[in-house]
């Protein structure tokens, strides 16, 4: 048994090194993402954005004269995948950048690895502690959840002038995250929330839910939803036991799945949103690609994707150098850059974004209302 | 099969374990990336929670599919001790394999009695329960973020720090398991539960006590579970629910099944493989690039396919191979000491004494007040017609089934409420009419099982207990067959199997369940022969039934017969076999006709 | 606000969902009665079934009840498949192998599915559109749809086992394959017939399902735990347990999650499983579990 595993080892081993070693004339990006296991569809969504980014960077002239060439590694959706995609990726020194999760406890648990590799990682994770663990190495593409609970309630608040709010949350990191951020930032506003219910994901029955919400007689509605399919059951359990108080909801609310999933019983909400197409003349155009390409409306998941992918080549084109110091110092010095998400600015956590775009669904339609940005 | 040929193969043993320390030192010699040490951890560790699927799956035969929940424990109770509570990381670790052995007995107490598609179902629940409990309880278990940086353990004062290092330890920790595990199967214990494995009533019946092994075979299977899962929370310093659910559970079920779930080498082979498994998958070239996309699929179609075509794994494909170029070395047979069955007859109280006995399955009375001695150092038989009640009545003397009424008293003590392992551990040996032995164990462990039973009058030691299934193997005339695999011997050596097995227990009272069913006539001639050696003056008191009333006639001192569930007739062969109500309930219907 | 209408639409919640759960169970029990295994697809007959629907609806654009007849038929013959693939060649070998090869299956179908359909959920229409509304009560179309097919599921399987030779022969396979086969019935195809019918009635289970939970990959297996752990709170292999332990369980979890904790919701199944185990391991309506010498 001993011999085989020597054997199947080093064979492994041996395979990876020289699969590594072929290709040298292209600049090689690292992209971690879900092609298998539950979160699938959010990661070829990933992988599209980047691909397009990669396609419009070789045919502008690639970086630094030399073509682009992603290296995708599945991290199986799950957090120990995403620690052996990172090691696998971080041990070759010609990868001198990666893209990597939206799913912040997959970067929580990569966390290490990156720092070990020693190579400037992108990330979606929305999770605030992601920048704030002395990982010099890890950049959010994204705003953080404080930005998004901010943008929320302000929205909630300020603006449609709402002042009863119920909170619906996964029980997952992004949700209990955002739940807590969103009662801080109503806080903040002196809205002390009537309702906080949390749920697990894949939850096959929401009436529970909508009981609770329907007797704490709240007048608007925050929710940080996962998975689309959740969106979807709740929304339509919602409409369907009378309850029309206001939705504002975290970005899952206006994916394409949802909106699909759910119907009518979403019109007339408002979602947070990194990406829309009317947002900006780079979300235009970027938009338009995409829907050529792909025959699908882009969303977040490809579009923080997308920014990621030309931050990186920004900053290797900048400096004009592929080392991973060099690199992580251009990206730093990027001054409201503009990517289709919105003005980067990287702060030294590494925190590019600030702000979010509300959206609400008009009859089915994406409608871009506002963009709230935090930036000083 | 294990016995006399794996000290044949401890040369084997010594070169396999010579490899794996090479193996494990292998990093030391060569310039390994940091990802290849990830999957040597991964390796590792899988392969100590794998292990005790070997033991609970491979060697009793139990399915376990909240393994992971197991490896949680341990690495929750290192990761939550040294990170929350600031313990030293052994004490953490000590902590985590108690609390992963502590949950396997509570639920195997709770559930092991109940058996098969019970157990399968409630290790799932327990799994997802185990999963729900750690992403929920923030406050105890961080939930789904997980919990990071755990530290490494220092070792006497050397911090392992050092990837190689750590997996040094951990290799270290998985060749003692694997010899551990390996030698677990010749022990009292192994074998104990194999034979619940391969057939749990007969194992209880000769003085197993099932529930016991089964709920120790669950414990072990839990704490190596534990012991796996601690050593890879060091070894990756983040742990987060999802390293601990039903899929990964899945993932070590199919490791030990496709590698071989009796033998811990198979268990080791089919974790590395599964582990490698997604690696080769993705280095595939281009043309077979889509197998990428659906290997969790052929994964699925893999553990059919194993189940199918190689029941016993890859490591039971190897075994089988070596075997047929390996020569069956022939059975010493010198020196085997003769049987000693004495019991001393000192008191002229029954041996056996039914007072009253009955047995109802719902409306119906299969024994129905039944009284009945059966004296010291004779043969006793029941007869009677089909249906009459006598196989019922031997189950509740044996302790398979309990009394509805009445009581059973075995040599003084009532033994009514006693379970079956009890009473064998007081004396009582039985074979069964449609034989149950071990079949893919070899006569000789097969007897031996029979020797260990509780309070049997014979020297501490597996020597002894070897010596003492040798002569019982001897005493049927089976001692050059001892190393044959039972599943292989004739129709009628198996049933002189059995009868050694229950010898080998030194019974007080033997219960014999038809032994002559199935027999042709050459055979019952030697079973009559037998039977007349085992009355010779030993003191052995034996109660039987047979239909072959020219036996029962020939070897027995008394007969009892029994009619839809009543006593009708008893006294001395002649007797009875004249007595008009039992010519009656044997010819029936002719005679009323008549 | 009305706590009667709360209570009554938690109810009528629980025993829609537990009607699936109930006639998952079904599918289990007569399994389990044909062939004495567990077969842990059992939910994945539903996830199947659904996406058949939606390939034959969505995909290939056919009529609702075409498509409808259409998915319930393929999945009779996937069923025929399933029983010489996944059941027949180890139906020899104990129970231990072939609860395994029916988890490998499990495995293989989720995977399969992904593979061809994509990750993304898929959206199915209400057999009939909207629901009945009294007072602040809402009665959803497709769950009074689900209850009333649970019904008549009931009563046809009544029929079909104690009134026609077929169904007979069926529970005389059951109850003891050697007797069955002295009195010359075709012991295999009887059980082929078991496994056909039961991944009809998975299919079925799952098409109904799917406007209400939409259709993804995982909606089987959740549904199948709940459904195993209805036919043992019911009593193991027994028709009447398994619609008394699925309904059971729907109303029991439905009533928790409003009374108690939403996020523990699945957790209450396998409470009320192990309590039962432990005080009445029979379950409601079982025998009590002894093995014969």
């Not at chain 1, 609770?212 to 969106?231: C, E, F, P």
């Not at chain 2, 194999?194 to 704490?223: D, P, Q, Y």
């Not at chain 2, 050694?500 to 038809?514: F, I, Q, S, T, V």
């Given at each position: 048994?001993?011999?085989?595993?020597?054997?199947?080892?080093?064979?492994?081993?041996?395979?990876?090194?020289?699969?590594?070693?072929?290709?040298?004339?292209?600049?090689?990006i690292?992209l971690v993402s879900e092609?298998?296991?539950?979160n699938a569809e959010a990661g070829s969504y990933t992988i599209n954005g980047a691909k397009l980014a990669v396609e419009q960077i070789n045919k502008k002239g690639g970086i630094?004269?030399?073509?682009v060439?992603l290296?995708i590694?599945?991290?199986?959706?799950?957090?120990?995948?995403?620690?052996?995609?990172?090691?696998?990726?971080?041990?070759?020194?010609?990868?001198?950048a990666m893209i990597g999760p939206i799913r912040s406890?997959q970067v929580?648990?990569?966390?290490?690895?990156?720092?070990?590799?020693?190579?400037p990682v992108m990330i979606g994770g929305t999770d605030p502690s992601l920048t704030h663990?002395?990982?010099?190495?890890v950049f959010r593409c994204r705003p953080n959840d404080t930005f998004s609970s901010r943008v929320i309630s302000d929205f909630g608040v300020n603006k449609l002038k709402l002042?009863?709010w119920?909170i619906v949350h996964s029980?997952d990191a992004f949700g209990?995250g955002g739940q807590k951020a969103l009662t801080e930032a109503l806080?903040g506003l002196?809205v002390?929330?009537?309702?906080?219910?949390?749920?697990?994901?894949?939850?096959?029955?929401?009436?529970?839910?909508?009981?609770?919400?329907?007797?704490?007689?709240?007048d608007v509605i925050g929710t940080y939803m996962t998975n689309s399919q959740d969106v979807g059951?709740f929304a339509?359990?919602l409409r369907?036991?009378?309850?029309?108080a206001t939705w504002i909801g975290s970005p899952s609310i206006v994916t394409d799945t949802a909106m699909k999933l759910a119907g009518e019983s979403l019109h007339g909400t408002y979602g947070i949103a990194d990406f829309n197409p009317d947002a900006n003349a780079e979300a235009k155009a970027y938009a338009a690609a995409y829907r050529s390409k792909y025959s699908v409306e882009p969303d977040v998941y490809s579009s923080w994707a997308f920014d990621a992918m030309n931050v990186i080549a920004q900053a290797m084109n900048s400096?004009?150098?592929?080392?991973?110091?060099?690199i992580r110092?251009a990206i730093l010095a990027l001054k409201n850059w503009k990517g289709v998400e919105g003005n980067y600015n990287f702060d030294a956590n590494g925190d590019g974004l600030r702000g979010y775009n509300i959206v609400k669904n008009d009859g089915g339609k994406v409608k871009f209302v506002e963009h709230i940005s935090f930036d000083k | 099969?294990?016995?006399?040929?794996?000290?044949?193969?401890?040369?084997?043993?010594?070169?396999?374990?010579?490899?794996?320390?090479?193996?494990?030192?292998?990093?030391?010699?060569?310039?390994?990336?940091?990802?290849?040490?990830?999957?040597?951890?991964?390796?590792?560790?899988?392969?100590?929670?794998?292990?005790?699927?070997?033991?609970?799956?491979?060697?009793?035969?139990?399915?376990?599919?909240?393994?992971?929940?197991?490896?949680?424990?341990?690495?929750?109770?290192?990761?939550?001790?040294?990170?929350?509570?600031?313990?030293?990381?052994?004490?953490?670790?000590?902590?985590?394999?108690?609390?992963?052995?502590?949950?396997?007995?509570?639920?195997?107490?709770?559930?092991?009695?109940?058996?098969?598609?019970?157990?399968?179902?409630?290790?799932?629940?327990?799994?997802?329960?185990?999963?729900?409990?750690?992403?929920?309880?923030?406050?105890?278990?961080?939930?789904?973020?997980?919990?990071?940086?755990?530290?490494?353990?220092?070792?006497?004062?050397?911090?392992?720090?050092?990837?190689?290092?750590?997996?040094?330890?951990?290799?270290?920790?998985?060749?003692?398991?694997?010899?551990?595990?390996?030698?677990?199967?010749?022990?009292?214990?192994?074998?104990?539960?194999?034979?619940?494995?391969?057939?749990?009533?007969?194992?209880?019946?000769?003085?197993?006590?099932?529930?016991?092994?089964?709920?120790?075979?669950?414990?072990?299977?839990?704490?190596?579970?534990?012991?796996?899962?601690?050593?890879?929370?060091?070894?990756?310093?983040?742990?987060?629910?999802?390293?601990?659910?039903?899929?990964?559970?899945?993932?070590?079920?199919?490791?030990?099944?496709?590698?071989?779930?009796?033998?811990?080498?198979?268990?080791?082979?089919?974790?590395?493989?599964?582990?490698?498994?997604?690696?080769?998958?993705?280095?595939?070239?281009?043309?077979?690039?889509?197998?990428?996309?659906?290997?969790?699929?052929?994964?699925?179609?893999?553990?059919?396919?194993?189940?199918?075509?190689?029941?016993?794994?890859?490591?039971?494909?190897?075994?089988?191979?070596?075997?047929?170029?390996?020569?069956?070395?022939?059975?010493?047979?010198?020196?085997?000491?003769?049987?000693?069955?004495?019991?001393?007859?000192?008191?002229?109280?029954?041996?056996?004494?039914?007072?009253?006995?009955?047995?109802?399955?719902?409306?119906?009375?299969?024994?129905?007040?039944?009284?009945?001695?059966?004296?010291?150092?004779?043969?006793?038989?029941?007869?009677?017609?089909?249906?009459?009640?006598?196989?019922?009545?031997?189950?509740?003397?044996?302790?398979?089934?309990?009394?509805?009424?009445?009581?059973?008293?075995?040599?003084?003590?009532?033994?009514?409420?006693?379970?079956?392992?009890?009473?064998?551990?007081?004396?009582?040996?039985?074979?069964?009419?449609?034989?149950?032995?071990?079949?893919?164990?070899?006569?000789?462990?097969?007897?031996?099982?029979?020797?260990?039973?509780?309070?049997?009058?014979?020297?501490?030691?597996?020597?002894?207990?070897?010596?003492?299934?040798?002569?019982?193997?001897?005493?049927?005339?089976?001692?050059?067959?001892?190393?044959?695999?039972?599943?292989?011997?004739?129709?009628?050596?198996?049933?002189?199997?059995?009868?050694?097995?229950?010898?080998?227990?030194?019974?007080?009272?033997?219960?014999?369940?038809?032994?002559?069913?199935?027999?042709?006539?050459?055979?019952?001639?030697?079973?009559?022969?037998?039977?007349?050696?085992?009355?010779?003056?030993?003191?052995?008191?034996?109660?039987?039934?047979?239909?072959?009333?020219?036996?029962?006639?020939?070897?027995?001192?008394?007969?009892?017969?029994?009619?839809?569930?009543?006593?009708?007739?008893?006294?001395?062969?002649?007797?009875?076999?004249?007595?008009?109500?039992?010519?009656?309930?044997?010819?029936?219907?002719?005679?009323?006709?008549? | 606000?009305?706590?009667?209408?709360?209570?009554?639409?938690?109810?009528?919640?629980?025993?829609?969902?537990?009607?699936?759960?109930?006639?998952?169970?079904?599918?289990?029990?007569?399994?389990?009665?044909?062939?004495?295994?567990?077969?842990?697809?059992?939910?994945?007959?539903?996830?199947?079934?659904?996406?058949?629907?939606?390939?034959?609806?969505?995909?290939?654009?056919?009529?609702?009840?075409?498509?409808?007849?259409?998915?319930?038929?393929?999945?009779?013959?996937?069923?025929?498949?399933?029983?010489?693939?996944?059941?027949?060649?180890?139906?020899?070998?104990?129970?231990?192998?072939?609860?395994?090869?029916?988890?490998?299956?499990?495995?293989?179908?989720?995977?399969?599915?992904?593979?061809?359909?994509g990750a993304q959920p898929?959206r199915?229409?209400?057999?009939?559109?909207?629901?009945?509304?009294?007072?602040?009560?809402?009665?959803?179309?497709?769950?009074?749809?689900?209850?009333?097919?649970?019904?008549?599921?009931?009563?046809?399987?009544?029929?079909?086992?104690?009134?026609?030779?077929?169904?007979?022969?069926?529970?005389?396979?059951?109850?003891?394959?050697?007797?069955?086969?002295?009195?010359?019935?075709?012991?295999?195809?009887?059980?082929?017939?078991?496994?056909?019918?039961?991944?009809?009635?998975?299919?079925?289970?799952?098409?109904?399902?799917?406007?209400?939970?939409?259709?993804?990959?995982?909606?089987?297996?959740?549904?199948?735990?709940?459904?195993?752990?209805?036919?043992?709170?019911?009593?193991?292999?027994?028709?009447?347990?398994?619609?008394?332990?699925?309904?059971?369980?729907?109303?029991?979890?439905?009533?928790?999650?409003?009374?108690?904790?939403?996020?523990?919701?699945?957790?209450?199944?396998?409470?009320?499983?192990?309590?039962?185990?432990?005080?009445?391991?029979?379950?409601?309506?079982?025998?009590?579990?002894?093995?014969?010498?």
């Amino acid at each position: 048994m001993r011999v085989s595993i020597l054997g199947a080892l080093s064979a492994g081993a041996i395979a990876s090194l020289f699969a590594f070693g072929a290709a040298a004339d292209n600049i090689r990006i690292g992209l971690v993402s879900e092609i298998t296991g539950p979160n699938a569809e959010a990661g070829s969504y990933t992988i599209n954005g980047a691909k397009l980014a990669v396609e419009q960077i070789n045919k502008k002239g690639g970086i630094l004269g030399k073509q682009v060439e992603l290296v995708i590694e599945d991290n199986q959706s799950t957090n120990p995948g995403t620690v052996l995609a990172f090691s696998k990726l971080g041990g070759n020194s010609d990868i001198p950048a990666m893209i990597g999760p939206i799913r912040s406890t997959q970067v929580q648990a990569a966390s290490p690895a990156i720092q070990k590799a020693g190579i400037p990682v992108m990330i979606g994770g929305t999770d605030p502690s992601l920048t704030h663990v002395n990982n010099p190495w890890v950049f959010r593409c994204r705003p953080n959840d404080t930005f998004s609970s901010r943008v929320i309630s302000d929205f909630g608040v300020n603006k449609l002038k709402l002042k009863k709010w119920a909170i619906v949350h996964s029980t997952d990191a992004f949700g209990s995250g955002g739940q807590k951020a969103l009662t801080e930032a109503l806080k903040g506003l002196g809205v002390e929330p009537v309702l906080i219910q949390g749920y697990t994901n894949n939850s096959q029955d929401f009436t529970p839910v909508v009981l609770a919400i329907k007797k704490s007689g709240a007048d608007v509605i925050g929710t940080y939803m996962t998975n689309s399919q959740d969106v979807g059951i709740f929304a339509k359990q919602l409409r369907q036991l009378g309850v029309t108080a206001t939705w504002i909801g975290s970005p899952s609310i206006v994916t394409d799945t949802a909106m699909k999933l759910a119907g009518e019983s979403l019109h007339g909400t408002y979602g947070i949103a990194d990406f829309n197409p009317d947002a900006n003349a780079e979300a235009k155009a970027y938009a338009a690609a995409y829907r050529s390409k792909y025959s699908v409306e882009p969303d977040v998941y490809s579009s923080w994707a997308f920014d990621a992918m030309n931050v990186i080549a920004q900053a290797m084109n900048s400096s004009k150098s592929s080392k991973p110091d060099d690199i992580r110092k251009a990206i730093l010095a990027l001054k409201n850059w503009k990517g289709v998400e919105g003005n980067y600015n990287f702060d030294a956590n590494g925190d590019g974004l600030r702000g979010y775009n509300i959206v609400k669904n008009d009859g089915g339609k994406v409608k871009f209302v506002e963009h709230i940005s935090f930036d000083k | 099969m294990q016995n006399s040929q794996s000290r044949r193969l401890s040369p084997w043993f010594f070169i396999l374990l010579a490899l794996g320390v090479a193996v494990a030192l292998l990093p030391y010699m060569f310039n390994v990336s940091h990802f290849v040490l990830s999957m040597f951890m991964q390796a590792t560790t899988y392969a100590i929670a794998v292990l005790g699927m070997v033991v609970v799956l491979g060697y009793t035969g139990q399915i376990n599919l909240a393994q992971a929940a197991f490896f949680g424990f341990g690495a929750y109770g290192v990761a939550l001790g040294t990170v929350s509570y600031g313990l030293s990381f052994w004490v953490a670790l000590a902590l985590g394999i108690g609390i992963a052995g502590l949950a396997g007995g509570i639920l195997g107490l709770t559930t092991l009695r109940l058996g098969g598609h019970y157990l399968a179902m409630i290790t799932i629940s327990f799994q997802q329960i185990f999963d729900l409990v750690a992403v929920n309880w923030i406050e105890v278990t961080h939930g789904p973020d997980g919990i990071a940086g755990i530290p490494r353990p220092s070792f006497f004062g050397h911090e392992l720090s050092d990837d190689r290092a750590y997996l040094l330890l951990c290799s270290i920790v998985l060749i003692a398991l694997i010899i551990a595990v390996w030698y677990l199967p010749r022990t009292r214990l192994g074998r104990a539960m194999r034979g619940v494995r391969e057939n749990e009533l007969a194992a209880e019946v000769v003085g197993v006590h099932t529930l016991r092994t089964k709920v120790i075979a669950f414990t072990m299977s839990a704490a190596l579970g534990g012991i796996g899962g601690g050593l890879y929370a060091g070894g990756f310093a983040y742990i987060s629910p999802d390293n601990f659910n039903f899929q990964r559970a899945v993932e070590f079920l199919s490791m030990v099944l496709l590698g071989g779930a009796q033998s811990p080498f198979g268990g080791a082979l089919g974790t590395t493989l599964l582990i490698l498994l997604p690696e080769w998958l993705k280095e595939m070239p281009p043309a077979l690039q889509f197998i990428k996309d659906v290997y969790l699929a052929i994964y699925g179609l893999a553990v059919i396919l194993i189940m199918v075509f190689m029941p016993e794994g890859i490591w039971g494909l190897l075994r089988n191979g070596w075997m047929k170029f390996a020569r069956a070395k022939p059975v010493d047979t010198s020196g085997i000491k003769p049987l000693n069955l004495d019991i001393a007859v000192t008191e002229t109280t029954p041996l056996l004494k039914l007072e009253g006995m009955q047995k109802h399955f719902g409306g119906l009375k299969a024994v129905d007040g039944v009284d009945l001695e059966v004296r010291r150092g004779t043969v006793h038989a029941l007869i009677g017609p089909n249906g009459s009640g006598k196989t019922t009545t031997l189950n509740v003397v044996n302790g398979i089934y309990k009394p509805t009424g009445g009581r059973i008293i075995v040599d003084g003590i009532d033994v009514s409420q006693k379970s079956p392992h009890e009473r064998a551990a007081h004396g009582l040996g039985r074979t069964f009419q449609n034989i149950r032995l071990f079949p893919s164990m070899s006569a000789l462990e097969n007897v031996i099982v029979g020797a260990q039973r509780d309070n049997n009058p014979i020297e501490r030691g597996s020597a002894a207990l070897r010596a003492r299934a040798m002569s019982a193997l001897e005493f049927v005339g089976l001692a050059d067959k001892a190393d044959a695999i039972v599943r292989s011997l004739p129709y009628g050596h198996q049933r002189l199997v059995e009868i050694a097995r229950a010898l080998a227990g030194h019974p007080k009272l033997l219960l014999l369940d038809e032994p002559a069913a199935g027999l042709n006539q050459t055979e019952k001639m030697e079973l009559v022969e037998l039977l007349k050696k085992l009355r010779g003056g030993h003191g052995l008191t034996i109660f039987l039934i047979d239909h072959d009333m020219g036996l029962v006639e020939k070897v027995s001192d008394r007969i009892t017969v029994l009619n839809f569930g009543r006593k009708i007739a008893e006294g001395s062969p002649q007797e009875v076999l004249r007595h008009p109500d039992v010519i009656a309930a044997y010819l029936g219907d002719a005679n009323a006709a008549a | 606000m009305d706590a009667l209408a709360n209570n009554f639409q938690v109810l009528f919640q629980g025993l829609a969902l537990g009607s699936i759960y109930a006639l998952v169970a079904l599918g289990f029990v007569l399994i389990i009665r044909a062939t004495n295994v567990v077969n842990f697809a059992q939910g994945d007959f539903a996830m199947l079934g659904a996406y058949i629907m939606v390939a034959f609806l969505v995909n290939a654009g056919m009529p609702y009840w075409l498509s409808f007849a259409l998915a319930i038929v393929a999945m009779g013959v996937f069923g025929l498949l399933f029983n010489y693939g996944v059941y027949y060649p180890l139906r020899h070998r104990g129970f231990l192998p072939v609860i395994i090869s029916t988890l490998g299956a499990s495995i293989f179908l989720q995977n399969s599915v992904l593979a061809l359909f994509g990750a993304q959920p898929k959206r199915l229409d209400n057999v009939v559109a909207g629901g009945i509304q009294i007072g602040s009560v809402f009665l959803d179309s497709q769950y009074l749809v689900i209850l009333a097919v649970t019904m008549v599921m009931v009563a046809f399987q009544y029929f079909f086992f104690e009134h026609t030779m077929i169904g007979k022969k069926l529970q005389a396979t059951s109850q003891d394959k050697d007797m069955a086969r002295l009195l010359g019935i075709p012991v295999a195809l009887m059980i082929a017939i078991t496994f056909i019918y039961s991944a009809a009635l998975g299919g079925l289970a799952g098409v109904l399902v799917g406007p209400v939970l939409f259709v993804s990959i995982g909606m089987g297996s959740i549904i199948a735990l709940k459904a195993f752990a209805a036919t043992i709170i019911g009593g193991f292999g027994d028709v009447k347990g398994a619609i008394v332990g699925g309904l059971f369980i729907g109303v029991v979890e439905s009533f928790a999650a409003f009374y108690i904790s939403v996020p523990y919701k699945d957790a209450y199944a396998f409470l009320m499983l192990f309590l039962v185990l432990v005080f009445r391991p029979q379950g409601f309506f079982g025998e009590k579990v002894s093995e014969k010498a």
